[in-house]
């Protein structure tokens, strides 16, 4: 099968097998040219591991510190005649390239919001690795059944309390539009904090507490966003930051229950604002990670997923590093996209940019060949007009 890009909206319905695994194959070589992060984790768990921060997570663990690491993810193998989803693709390369480094790897491909997810990922936790020293908490999910009640609860991405005005950008057609959204309904409200929110990673950490496998001082971490002010509406202060509040919630009770465990803990990273699957569905916001991008790559300061993971752990969670807490406890990897320059940089263009001169003010460009990667297009030394086999059994 030939396989070319194929986006509609803010998805792209293929993905290339070699490219994802060119992808993930950059990642790797970023983490190992970082050199060895000194006391890092050995023995890991990451809860949407396939894409992302969680597939960065991932790769920073075993790459960095020698890990071994158990994924859990959700992803759609390929059909007749049609691709896999990237973190089908990307989970085979890891696995591949984590095994021939010696490294154990195993992958889980399901819901993990599930019982059954939680109980096979348990078992397999007692019975190849003993325990954990690390849970990476890094699910971004449009629905959860919820385990018990099985309500199907969907989350949703609007304003709280009043509507919202803004621009936003069709990043396939370059067009800016204005977009006005209705504010959430209590019943979104609570859907979207039931998907997002912390109840989840707590249902994660009190079954591997109960069943004894999180290592004396073990540690767990889950991922956030606050941005500036111009996504607030829509990001900070919108249904998914009250599903992120809900995550701080969680956080301080994990912490108290890994506190007890041999002086654990449980914290989230605030990580920088990217281009992935989940914050392309964001109104407004790639408009602001193109500007966002422009401005840091001037600065020298831009990052991806993988940059800001082994920061994350080189830098806070490991080599000796004790972690630097804001004053809501949380340890914050968006200091360089947040700093004041950065910022009033973003400001400063944000409202000339019009469809005409989007290519000059924002780095749009990029934004489209980040999106892209995502799905394994665009990666150097593949050949695209080559056939290509979609059908890969998971590893
Ligand atoms: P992503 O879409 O790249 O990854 C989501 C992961 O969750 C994938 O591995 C997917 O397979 C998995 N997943 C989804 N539903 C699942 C289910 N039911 N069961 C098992 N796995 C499931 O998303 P991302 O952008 O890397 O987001 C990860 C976390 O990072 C989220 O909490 C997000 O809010 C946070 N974050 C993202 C950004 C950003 O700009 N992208 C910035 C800061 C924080």
Redesign the pocket.
């Known amino acids: 099968m030939i396989i070319k890009p194929k986006v509609r909206g803010f998805v792209c319905v293929t993905a290339h097998p070699e490219g994802c695994a060119a992808h993930v194959q950059q990642w790797i070589d970023h983490v190992k040219a970082q050199g060895p992060i000194s006391g890092g984790p050995k023995r890991v768990l990451v ?10 997570s991932r790769i920073t663990a075993a790459f960095g510190s020698g890990a071994a690491t158990l ?5 759609r193998p390929s059909e007749e005649g049609r691709s896999a ?1 990237p ?1 089908w693709y990307n989970t085979i390369a890891f696995t591949k390239a984590a095994r021939a480094a010696g490294l154990y790897a195993k992958n889980f ?6 019982a059954d ?1 939680k109980q096979q990922a348990l078992d397999a936790i007692r019975a190849d690795l003993g325990q954990v020293d690390l849970v990476v ?8 059944t919820h385990p018990t009640t099985g309500v199907v609860h969907k989350s949703c991405l609007k304003p709280v309390g009043a509507s919202y005005t803004n621009k936003t950008v069709d990043t396939d057609k370059g067009i800016i539009s204005t977009v006005a959204i209705e504010p959430a309904s209590e019943q979104e409200i609570a859907d979207t904090v039931t998907v ?1 929110g912390g109840e989840d990673w707590e249902m994660w950490m009190q079954a591997l507490t109960d069943a004894k496998l999180l290592a004396p001082g073990a540690q767990s971490v ?4 606050i ?1 500036p002010e111009v996504t607030w509406a829509i990001y900070k202060n919108g249904t ?1 930051g009250l599903a ?1 509040n809900d ?1 701080e919630r969680a956080a301080r009770h994990i912490d108290s229950l890994l506190k007890l465990n041999g002086g654990g803990r449980a914290f989230i ?11 392309s569905a964001i109104p407004v ?1 790639p408009l602001y ?1 193109s500007i966002l991008y422009k401005i840091m790559k001037a600065a020298g300061t831009h990052e991806g ?1 993988v940059e800001q993971i082994q920061r994350l752990f080189a830098t806070q969670m490991y080599n000796g590093r004790k972690p630097t807490f804001d004053e809501s406890g949380r340890i914050r990897v ?1 200091d360089w996209e947040m700093r004041p320059a950065i910022q009033s940089a973003v400001a400063k263009i944000w409202p000339g940019v019009t469809t005409e001169n989007i290519a000059a003010e924002t780095d749009i460009a990029g934004y489209r060949t980040e999106f892209l990667k ?1 799905f394994g297009f665009g990666l150097p030394g593949i050949n695209y007009d080559a056939e290509t086999e979609p059908h890969v059994p998971m590893l």
């Open positions: 809860l949407g591991s396939s894409t992302g921060y969680g597939l960065a994924g859990v993810f959700f992803e989803t973190g491909n399901g819901d993990a919001f599930s997810i908490y890094s699910l971004a999910s449009p629905r959860r997002m889950a991922y956030s966003y941005g998914i992120k995550l990273s605030v990580n920088k604002a990217l281009v992935t699957q989940a914050s916001v990670i997923c968006d995502l």
